[in-house]
C-alpha cells in the first residue's frame, strides 16, 4: 500500500511540475514563432533567433531530463544536439498541458465524489438523488483521472525518450562496441583457461606420473625383491592418486554433474568439496539455458575457491535464484576481503559474465567481507 | 657425485632423491623455488644443479633463468636443466653463454633412468647433454636446410647422437659400429656443415647444436 501511494504521489509531483513548466514552453513556442515571422526572408536573421532559441531550449530540455531522471536515468547522460532540444520543447507543452487537464479532473472528480460528504455535514441535503448520482460521475471522473495520469506520464517518458535520448544509430554503435569487446573478452577468457588447464595437466599429472615412473623403475632395476615390492606398493598408491588428481581435473575443467543433474546438483558438489563450510540456498523452479548454468557454476566454484584460498574465510553463503528470466547468484563469505576485480579470476569470470550480456559486482573492502553478486538474463 | 635438486613437486623432488640416493649419488639439498636453489648452491655448490624450468611464483621459466645464473657465478657448478615440453629456446638460451657442464633434458627421460643417470654424468664431467627430441627437432626443422640434406641418414643418425653429447666411443657403441667409423663420418659431417675447425666434444656438440638452432 505504502508503494503505491508513494508511486502515486511521485507521479502527481512530476505531473504537477511538468505543467508548470509547460507554460514556459508555450510561451517560448509562442515567442519564437513570433519572432521567426519578420526573418522569414532573411536566412541570417532566421539562422540567429533559431540558435538563440535553440541555446535556450537545451536548458529547458535539460530540466526535463532531471525531472525525469528518476524513470529515465539514461536521458541525463545523453548527448542531444540542440536541434533535438528545440524540437523537444516544441511538442513537449502539449503533454504538459494535457497533465494539467487531467489533473483538473482528478480534482473534480474528488469534489463531486466527496460532495455527498461534506453537503451531509455542511447543510441538510434536500435531493438525495442528485448528490447520489453526482458522486457516481465524481467517481467515473477520478478512475479516468486516475487512467489519464498514468498515460499522460507515460507519453511524457516517450516523447523525452523519442526526442533526448540516444538515437537508434547510437544504441546500434554502441551495442556493437559492447559487442565486440565482450566477443575479445571471451577469447582471452578461453586462451586463460586453456592456459590453466595445460598448467593442471604439465604441473599435476605430469609429475604424478613422472614419480610413478621413477618408482617402477627404481623396483625393477633394486636386485632385493622385498624392497622391489615396497618400491611397487607406493607406485601404487601414487597411481590411486594421480586417478584422484585427474578426476579432480577433469571436473575444473567442465563439471560433467552440470548435464547430468543440473546447476543445483553440480553447486552441491562445490559445497561437498570446498574446505570452508558453504550455506547453499537455491530456488530455481526451471533449469536455466546450459551456457548460463555453466557461468553461474563458475561464478560460485570460483567464489568460493578464493575465500577459502585468499580471504582465509571461515564459511561462505551462497544463494542462486532465478526470477523473471534472470538469474542472480551471490557468494559471500567472512574473510578479510581486499579482492582485486582485476585479477586473472575475476577478470576471466567477468568476461564470461559480460559474453550472456549479465553483470557482476565484486564488493569486497580490506577487512572484509566479500560479496560477489552475478546477474545473468536467461531468455 | 654431489646433486642439488630443485622442483616445485615435492612428490617428484622426493621421488628423484631416493633414486639418486639408490645409485650411490649424494643429494646435499632439496629446494622448490629459484630463490631456495641460488642461496643453497651458494652455500655449499654441489657438482651437478638438477633444475625444474618451471617454479614458482610465475611457473615460466624461471628454474631456467636461475640455472643460467648459476653457471655464471659458480662455473664448477654443472646445471641439467629438466623441462615439461621441448622449448627450442630454452635449449638455445642454455647453449648461447655455456659451452659446457650444461643439458638439458625432458622431464619424462626422468623415467629411463639409465638415460637420465647417462646425461646427470655427462653434465658432472663437463660435457653436454641434450634431450634426443630436442635435438630431432633442431636437426629436422633446421631453418639450415640444405647442407642437411647433403647428409647420408647414417650421418644423420651420427649427428643427432653427436649433438646430445656423446662422445665418437658412444655413438660408436649405439649404432654398432667401429670408431674409427663414426670419426670419418663425423669429419663428412663438419665439412658438409662447414665446421671443420671446431675441436673438443662440448665444444663440436655446440657447434653442431648453435648452427642447427639458429
Not at chain 1, 523537444?88 to 469534489?111: K, S
Request: hydrophobic share 45%.
Amino acid at each position: 500500500m505504502r508503494k503505491v501511494q508513494a508511486r502515486t504521489t511521485r507521479i502527481v509531483s512530476s505531473v504537477l511540475v511538468g505543467v508548470a513548466y509547460a507554460f514556459a514552453e508555450l510561451l517560448f513556442t509562442l515567442l519564437t514563432g513570433l519572432c521567426l515571422v519578420p526573418v522569414l526572408g532573411s536566412p541570417r536573421g532566421k539562422r540567429a533567433v533559431l540558435d538563440r532559441a535553440r541555446a535556450l531550449a537545451v536548458t529547458l530540455a535539460g530540466r526535463q531530463c532531471v525531472r525525469l531522471a528518476r524513470s529515465a536515468p539514461e536521458l541525463l547522460a545523453s548527448a542531444y544536439t540542440p536541434d533535438r532540444a528545440l524540437r523537444y520543447v516544441a511538442v513537449r507543452w502539449t503533454a504538459g498541458m494535457l497533465g494539467g487537464l487531467v489533473l483538473g479532473t482528478l480534482l473534480l472528480g474528488a469534489l463531486y465524489a466527496s460532495s455527498a460528504l461534506w453537503m451531509w455535514a455542511v447543510t441538510e441535503i434536500d435531493a438525495p438523488w442528485t448528490v447520489f448520482f453526482s458522486s457516481l460521475g465524481g467517481l467515473f471522473l477520478v478512475f479516468l483521472g486516475v487512467h489519464g495520469l498514468h498515460g499522460v506520464a507515460a507519453l511524457d517518458m516517450r516523447l523525452a525518450r523519442h526526442h533526448l535520448g540516444p538515437s537508434e544509430q547510437t544504441l546500434l554503435e554502441r551495442r556493437i562496441a559492447e559487442l565486440a569487446s565482450t566477443r575479445a573478452g571471451v577469447l582471452d577468457a578461453v586462451h586463460d583457461e586453456r592456459r590453466r588447464i595445460e598448467r593442471y595437466l604439465h604441473d599435476g599429472m605430469q609429475q604424478q606420473l613422472v614419480a610413478l615412473g621413477m618408482l617402477l623403475a627404481r623396483a625393477q632395476r633394486s636386485g632385493d625383491p622385498a624392497r622391489s615390492a615396497e618400491l611397487v606398493g607406493q607406485a601404487h598408491e601414487v597411481a590411486r592418486r594421480t586417478l584422484d588428481e585427474l578426476r579432480d581435473v577433469a571436473w575444473r575443467v567442465y563439471p560433467a554433474a552440470l548435464d547430468e543433474s543440473g546447476l543445483h546438483a553440480a553447486l552441491e558438489t562445490v559445497a561437498e568439496r570446498s574446505v570452508l563450510p558453504v550455506r547453499l540456498r537455491v530456488s530455481l523452479g526451471r533449469e536455466p539455458p546450459d551456457t548460463v548454468r555453466t557461468v553461474a557454476y563458475f561464478v560460485v566454484s570460483e567464489a568460493v575457491t578464493n575465500a577459502a584460498k585468499h580471504a582465509r574465510a571461515t564459511r561462505a553463503e551462497v544463494r542462486v535464484g532465478l526470477r523473471r528470466g534472470v538469474l542472480s547468484v551471490r557468494v559471500k563469505d567472512d574473510g578479510h576481503g581486499g579482492a582485486d576485480p582485476e585479477g586473472s579470476g575475476l577478470l576471466g569470470l567477468a568476461r564470461r559474465v559480460a559474453a550472456l550480456d549479465g553483470r557482476l559486482w565484486v564488493d569486497s573492502p580490506r577487512g572484509g567481507p566479500t560479496v560477489l553478486t552475478a546477474e545473468l538474463p536467461c531468455d | 657425485m654431489r646433486l642439488i635438486l630443485a622442483d616445485d613437486s615435492t612428490l617428484l623432488r622426493e621421488g628423484l632423491a631416493r633414486l639418486l640416493a639408490d645409485e650411490g649419488h649424494e643429494v646435499t639439498a632439496t629446494v622448490g623455488d629459484a630463490d631456495a636453489l641460488l642461496e643453497a648452491v651458494a652455500a655449499d655448490p654441489p657438482d651437478v644443479a638438477v633444475v625444474d624450468v618451471r617454479m614458482p611464483p610465475t611457473h615460466t621459466d624461471e628454474g631456467l633463468r636461475a640455472a643460467l645464473r648459476i653457471r655464471e657465478r659458480h662455473p664448477g657448478v654443472g646445471v641439467l636443466v629438466l623441462s615439461q615440453y621441448v622449448e627450442k629456446r630454452y635449449a638455445a638460451e642454455l647453449l648461447e653463454r655455456n659451452t659446457e657442464a650444461v643439458g638439458y633434458l625432458l622431464k619424462d627421460r626422468v623415467v629411463e633412468i639409465d638415460e637420465f643417470l647417462d646425461a646427470l654424468a655427462r653434465v658432472g664431467s663437463g660435457r653436454t647433454a641434450f634431450d634426443p627430441e630436442v635435438v630431432r627437432r633442431l636437426v629436422s626443422r633446421s631453418t639450415h636446410t640444405d647442407p642437411l640434406q647433403r647428409l647420408t641418414p647414417r650421418e644423420r643418425g651420427v649427428l643427432e647422437l653427436m649433438a646430445q653429447g656423446h662422445t665418437n666411443a658412444a655413438v660408436a657403441k649405439r649404432l654398432y659400429v667401429s670408431q674409427s667409423a663414426v670419426e670419418k663420418h663425423c669429419n663428412a659431417i663438419f665439412d658438409k656443415l662447414g665446421l671443420s675447425g671446431t675441436e673438443g666434444y662440448s665444444r663440436r656438440v655446440l657447434a653442431v647444436l648453435r648452427y642447427l638452432g639458429s
